[in-house]
T-cell receptor, first 119, second 112 residues
C-alpha cells in the first residue's frame, strides 16, 4: 500500500476517445502532481496542485486537462490524444513544497502509475 | 541538453559484484534524491542528500554528494538480483517550489 492509489493501472484508448485517470492519496498531503514517464526520457512534471489550486502547468497540451476537486483526489482528463502520448503517467503527493520540506525522506510519494497506450 | 545526466544508461553485472551509478548536474543540487523503480511501477525512495560531502548508507547501498553539490554517486556493494531495477536521481535545482528534475534513469540487471 503506497498511500497513493492510481486507477486504472492500464488503459488502451483510441485517438478519438475520452478517458480519465484517477489518483487518490490517503496521506493527508496538501499538494498533488502529475508526471509523465516516456521511454528513454526523464520524468516530466506536467501539473501541480496545492490546496486544490493549480500552481504549475509545464506547457502541457490542452488535450490533457487536470482536475483537483479536493486535496485527496486528482484527475487527468484525456481527449483526442496522439500515439506519442503513450507513456506511464505517475501521480505523486507531498505534504510541503520543496522550500519548506525539512523531512529526511522523500518530499514526494508516488503512486504505481497508469500505463497508457494510444492506438 | 539535459539538466541531470545519469550514467551509465544501463548496466549488467554478475551477482556479488560492486557497481556505481552517477548523476551529474551543471547547476547546484539543493536536494538530491535517489529512487528505485521496477518496470511499470512507481518510484521507491532510497536516500536524500543535501549537504556538500554528505554520504549516507542503507544496507548495501551508499550514496554520496560531492563537495561542490553538482554530482552524486550511488554505489551498491555485493549486488544481488533484488537490486535489479531502474535507478533514478531527482534533484531540486531551484527556480520552482514544487519541481524535482529527474535523470533518465539507469537500468540495472544483476545476473545470478
Amino acid at each position: 500500500e503506497t498511500g497513493v492509489t492510481q486507477t486504472p493501472r492500464h488503459l488502451v484508448m483510441g485517438m478519438t476517445n475520452k478517458k480519465s485517470l484517477k489518483c487518490e492519496q490517503h496521506l493527508g498531503h496538501n499538494a498533488m502532481y502529475w508526471y509523465k514517464q516516456s521511454a528513454k526520457k526523464p520524468l516530466e512534471l506536467m501539473f501541480v496542485y496545492n490546496f486544490k489550486e493549480q500552481t504549475e502547468n509545464n506547457s502541457v497540451p490542452s488535450r490533457f486537462s487536470p482536475e483537483c476537486p479536493n486535496s485527496s483526489h486528482l484527475f487527468l482528463h484525456l481527449h483526442t490524444l496522439q500515439p506519442e502520448d503513450s507513456a506511464l503517467y505517475l501521480c505523486a503527493s507531498s505534504q510541503d513544497d520543496l522550500m519548506t520540506w525539512t523531512g529526511g525522506g522523500s518530499p514526494l510519494h508516488f503512486g504505481n502509475g497508469t500505463r497508457l497506450t494510444v492506438t | 541538453s539535459q539538466e541531470l545526466e545519469q550514467s551509465p544508461q544501463s548496466l549488467i553485472v554478475q551477482e556479488g559484484k560492486n557497481l556505481t551509478i552517477n548523476c551529474t548536474s551543471s547547476k547546484t543540487l539543493y536536494g538530491l534524491y535517489w529512487y528505485k523503480q521496477k518496470y511499470g511501477e512507481g518510484l521507491i525512495f532510497l536516500m536524500m542528500l543535501q549537504k556538500g560531502g554528505e554520504e549516507k548508507s542503507h544496507e548495501k547501498i551508499t550514496a554520496k554528494l560531492d563537495e561542490k553539490k553538482q554530482q552524486s554517486s550511488l554505489h551498491i556493494t555485493a549486488s544481488q538480483p533484488s537490486h535489479a531495477g531502474i535507478y533514478l536521481c531527482g534533484a531540486d535545482l531551484g527556480g520552482s517550489n514544487y519541481k524535482l528534475t529527474f535523470g533518465k534513469g539507469t537500468l540495472l540487471t544483476v545476473n545470478p
